[in-house]
């Protein structure tokens, strides 16, 4: 069985897709689907459908969709309904569950692999990283549940999906700068850079990638743009970390020059290496010899 989540809704059984269009049965299963394993409120579900007006017939109503629900699983499972019933959408006390094989979901995957790199990239373990933090990027097909509208909870739980991506995609990039691939990753950055205009991590990460690719002026102007956008939009200076990266590449510290080993989140990692220092106020950049 193969459901996914991370992009346009599907079920698929072998050849045999699931087919369940009326939109509002959509929006109770995918609600179903993001929280597989657990037990989903009926008033969640109501919340979901009709925000906090519910009709008097949503109780009811709820129930005929979670039928249209069982049926559409009964044909693509070729399973019994009472079966479809007590093992795969079960009822519980005060709401539903929805029961998958291991590995049947995309997002149960994605989490186990992003988990994965991310303890390899803590372990020092670059390659490792990056190669699996790459798969579980792949899984994913565009947007969260981009066909399905969403309602207040499934609002809330696509921003968490997305955010989850944006981290692996940080720690998969981190990665790739620990292997020297500074070139690879600079296109995406900029991508990155000019959709997240006040996320900093990124815009550190893309000025140390432009800093290795030899393009030093080009950081700084992007360092510039960046704390423009920051003071006019949120009255705030970039980051003591930011001003040290800023300090870093003005001066041209050889600690920003990273071997091709190595592990662990980078930036942090060059606070450590390099020997910068400074307070809030002041910033003094230290060139220090690289680990050996």
């Not at 997002?107 to 990056?130: C, I, N, P, W, Y």
């Amino acid at each position: 069985m193969d459901v996914r989540i991370l992009g346009p809704l599907l079920l698929r059984h072998g050849t045999v897709e699931g087919r369940l269009t009326a939109p509002k049965p959509r929006k109770v299963l995918a609600l179903l689907l993001v929280n597989a394993g657990q037990v989903v409120p009926v008033g969640s579900m109501l919340r979901e459908l009709w925000r906090d007006n519910p009709p008097l017939s949503a109780p009811t109503t709820m129930q005929t969709y979670v039928l249209q629900i069982r049926r559409m699983l009964r044909d693509l499972l070729g399973l019994p309904a009472s079966e479809i019933a007590a093992d795969v959408l079960v009822t519980r006390s005060g709401g539903y569950e929805i029961r998958l094989p291991a590995g049947a979901l995309d997002l149960h995957v994605f989490e186990r692999l992003a988990a994965a790199g991310r303890e390899a990239l803590v372990a020092g373990d670059s390659r490792l990283a990056a190669r699996t933090l790459s798969e579980a990027l792949a899984l994913w097909h565009g947007p969260p549940l981009v066909d399905v509208p969403h309602g207040p909870l499934l609002a809330v739980e696509v921003r968490r999906l997305d955010e989850d991506r944006l981290t692996a995609v940080q720690q998969r990039i981190d990665a790739d700068l620990w292997l020297g691939r500074h070139h690879e990753v600079l296109s995406e950055l900029t991508g990155l850079a000019a959709r997240y205009p006040t996320h900093e991590n990124l815009h550190a990460q893309y000025l140390l990638a432009l800093y290795r690719a030899g393009r030093r002026t080009d950081a700084l102007q992007a360092y510039r743009r960046l704390r423009t956008v920051l003071v006019r939009e949120l009255g705030l200076e970039p980051s003591v970390r930011l001003q040290r990266l800023q300090q870093a590449i003005l001066s041209a510290d050889p600690g920003l020059d990273r071997p091709a080993d190595g592990g662990g989140l980078l930036l942090d990692r060059l606070w450590a290496v390099s020997g910068w220092r400074g307070s809030d106020r002041t910033v003094e950049p230290v060139a220090a010899a690289r680990r050996g």
